[in-house]
Nanobody, 122 residues
């Protein structure tokens, strides 16, 4: 079992920035591709970004390209989501997930964190 813990969420104004972190104690962190998803109230959980095991390959949803950056530090068992130029429509609970390879498909991730709330005020 891989336990993932997100942090870094909060309230920010439009145009602001936040950095989310997702940490695990699993010694096998580097064997997992990692993803970030988000779920707005009353909506489905949508793909945001993903990164390969080494960090060499990344994927982004069109809605966040150029504004969000996913990265990882395997020595710290941590994946990050740097979010800039935030918009009210970015408001959601953000979840990190671990899987076998980076993909936009939610069902292919095996492990999930509990989520962290991001609220962007207008």
């Amino acid at each position: 079992q891989v336990r993932l813990v997100e942090s870094g969420g909060g309230l920010v104004q439009t145009g602001g920035s936040l950095r989310l972190s997702c940490t695990t104690s699993a010694r096998t962190f580097s064997i997992y591709a990692m993803g970030w998803f988000r779920q707005a109230q009353g909506e489905e959980r949508d793909f945001v970004a993903a990164i390969s095991r080494s960090g060499g390959n990344t994927l982004y949803a069109d809605s966040v390209k150029g504004r969000f950056t996913i990265s990882r530090d395997n020595a710290k068992n941590t994946v990050y989501l740097q979010m800039t130029s935030l918009k009210p429509e970015d408001t959601a609970v953000y979840y990190c997930a671990a899987g076998d390879y980076p993909t936009t498909r939610r069902a292919l991730y095996n492990y999930w964190g509990q989520g962290t709330q991001v609220t962007v005020s207008s």
